[in-house]
Each structure stands twice: as structure tokens, then as C-alpha cells.
């Protein structure tokens, strides 16, 4: 199961058994091999990496990474989601999971599908 944490420094780094990102150099492997992310592409990916088992809603991703309101219709998320699955390959649907009409949810590698929330960490939350 994926770790968010190394000891040297908590919340810098995620690893599983094919996926790593460093958060600090902004960087991530898959399979060992350098990820070639555009930035919004790593941005989505860090927010669900960093809410990992939580849903996070479209409005949340749509205001977090691209500054959009609630007003505002648009696909780029679905759009990035694509291409971020695309370059994910074999793995995409492991890590990335749609949950309709709501938003997406990451899945650490081997992670039950239904995990219960944590409770050392807040919930994601919306606001206005």
C-alpha cells in the first residue's frame, strides 16, 4: 500500500509499488521511469494523490488547480483526467477511479476500493 510519507521529511514524498511522487521537486516515476507531466496534469495528480481514498469533487479540482467558480462550465478536467490516464497506461484505472456525478477519487496500488476515510486528516472540503 502507497506511503504519502518518507522519514526524513512527512508529506514530500508518495511511493507505491509502481507509482512515486516527489512533491517537492515536483517529480514522479512510474515503473521507474521519469512521468513526462504538463504542469496542470501534475498539479491534478498531486491534489488526488495528496487526498488519497478521499472523493474530491469536481467543483473542489476545478477551483484548486485551474482558479475556476462554480459558475464556470467547462471539460478541462475531463480533458486532463484523459490524458493523465492515458500516460498512467496500464495502471490508470487502478489509480484514478470516476465516481459519477461527483468527482475522482485516487487509489493507492492495491488499496481496498471502499476505504473508510482516515481520521488523522481532515476532510476535503468545498467552499463558495
Same mark, same amino acid.
Given at each position: ?6 522519514? &526524513?521529511?512527512?508529506? #514530500? !514524498?508518495? +511511493?507505491? =509499488?509502481?507509482?512515486? %511522487?516527489?512533491?517537492?521537486? *515536483?517529480?514522479?516515476?512510474?515503473? &521507474?521511469?521519469?512521468? #513526462? !507531466?504538463? +504542469?496542470? =496534469?501534475?498539479?491534478? %495528480?498531486?491534489?488526488?494523490? *495528496? ?9 473542489? !479540482? ?67
Amino acid at each position: 500500500m502507497g506511503s504519502l510519507q518518507d522519514q &526524513s521529511n512527512p508529506g #514530500s !514524498l508518495y +511511493r507505491d =509499488e509502481h507509482l512515486s %511522487l516527489d512533491f517537492r521537486q *515536483q517529480l514522479t516515476m512510474l515503473d &521507474s521511469h521519469a512521468l #513526462s !507531466l504538463t +504542469r496542470k =496534469e501534475y498539479d491534478l %495528480l498531486a491534489l488526488l494523490v *495528496q487526498h488519497a481514498a478521499e472523493i474530491v469533487p469536481r467543483e473542489a !479540482l476545478l477551483m484548486q488547480i485551474w482558479g475556476y467558480g462554480a459558475e464556470i462550465r467547462t471539460r478541462t478536467l475531463d480533458v486532463h483526467i484523459r490524458r493523465l490516464r492515458k500516460k498512467l497506461g496500464v495502471y490508470a484505472d487502478q489509480y484514478i477511479e470516476t465516481i459519477f456525478g461527483i468527482g475522482y477519487r485516487f487509489q493507492p496500488f492495491h488499496a481496498p476500493r471502499f476505504q473508510a476515510p482516515s481520521v488523522d486528516r481532515p476532510a476535503f472540503a468545498v467552499t463558495a
